[in-house]
DNA sequence: CCGTACACCGTACGACGTACGCTGTACGTA
DNA sequence: TACGTACAGCGTACGTCGTACGGTGTACGG
């Protein structure tokens, strides 16, 4: 038959990266299992089996897209006291986690942390041992405050709107007919003070984070 | 053909709990991808499509396994301090996610939380409230209490190893000649510290879960 | 002008979720 | 006793998935 030069549709000739990048752009649109390899390769105008001379299989396909989750967080900033460069890096964690919601549930099944990750890691952990944190303390920092951020994600995900507004709607609409008052009084008093209050996840986040933060300033050992 | 009076395999008859507990069975052994209907139908005795006598379909079976999972976490229990209470609830709910690894990855896409999921959160809500926690602090305290927990878990699940023993072997074999010093001058410096402290997941599990509470402590507003 | 390498593709296989329609049995009613 | 209905469970079939395998045309070094 014929076989052009290069593909033609959208962008001259496959890489790795056009793969992965598209890759994610159909996850964030249709969710992970909206992503196969055939309408992957449909949306880069190629076969399906070329994708496999980019990357071997599936699941390095997917290890590939956590990476560049990982890549698209700013690092710790340097030149600022260790809380804010904390607080800065933990609130760009979750604004990647938010817009790839995918990713959340991929980080259980994918073992070894790809390069983005270990430099990441790498960063937060010299910010903490320059700001005086103990070698274990610093770990015990680490753990603390990566479990909060991907738990907070983690529970974002899967709450069924987006804004403040959306809630407001959907919490009087939907959640409450489905609580009993009398079964569960505490969470119908929750929901109605959060209705009237106004619910932000970025606030509800910088309030955990905060007290977290705060509560680990006095493990530091130097000034 | 023959059609006996109920299958023979395993048991006398289907049902909804068999389906979901032997479900739960496989995922554990196999992990959620090794799931699938006939493999499950096969495991009890059955063909594929008797299945959806007793679950609609796959996605209501997952919701149904994730809420027996948030079953068999211990409520908070209501005779004693407020930070006994939570930290007894947190531990068991790690232990139970410990134990049914796919359940973390699985609460990302599940947007509709089950009754034993409502249960759950009413108790610790309950908790809160009753030691003097305002409503809208309470709303916060779960939410951090929340993440931490699920992230932890997240984090503990795509760990490699899952012993402190196995750690110590892995560290030194698999870990540390992935990590050149000189790019990674502080991730080095913290495994080795690892390996030379020895590594329980269950200690640092508690360490950030103390310090969270220590820290939500003063928030309360009766004594 | 030829050979080799590369980029890409078509086909095929086994497994998946599940729609649809069929069985044989149990049991209430006459 | 005979029959009707309801129900538990199954067989087959369709479309989709990941991917093994073996092409095929073009580009380029010799």
């Given at each position: 038959?014929?076989a ?35 309408r ?42 260790w ?89 009087e ?8 008052p ?19 996840p970025?606030?509800?986040?910088t ?12 493990l530091?050992?130097?000034?």
């Amino acid at each position: 038959m014929a076989a052009k030069k290069h593909s033609e549709a959208s962008g001259t000739g496959l890489s790795k990266q056009r793969v992965v990048a598209e890759a994610m752009r159909l996850a964030d649109r249709e969710g992970v299992d909206g992503l196969s390899m055939r309408r992957l390769a449909g949306a880069l105008g190629a076969g399906a089996m070329s994708l496999y001379h980019y990357v071997a299989s599936k699941e390095e396909l997917l290890d590939a897209m956590i990476d560049v989750v990982f890549g698209e967080i700013e690092l710790a900033p340097v030149d600022t006291d260790w809380q804010s460069a904390m607080r800065q890096r933990a609130v760009s964690t979750r604004q990647v986690l938010a817009r790839h919601p995918w990713a959340i549930g991929l980080l259980e099944s994918r073992t070894s942390p790809g390069p983005a990750n270990l430099r990441h890691h790498e960063a937060v952990t010299a910010c903490l041992r320059r700001a005086g944190f103990p070698v274990l303390m610093a770990t015990h920092a680490n753990w603390l405050l990566d479990s909060y951020v991907y738990g907070f994600a983690l529970q974002e995900a899967s709450l069924p709107f987006d804004t403040a507004e959306e809630f407001a709607d959907m919490g009087e609409e939907v959640y409450l007919p489905q609580l009993p008052p009398d079964e569960f009084p505490y969470l119908n008093e929750s929901a109605a003070a959060l209705v009237a209050a106004g619910y932000d996840p970025a606030e509800e986040f910088t309030f955990g984070l905060d007290l977290i933060l705060a509560a680990l300033e006095p493990l530091r050992v130097s000034a």
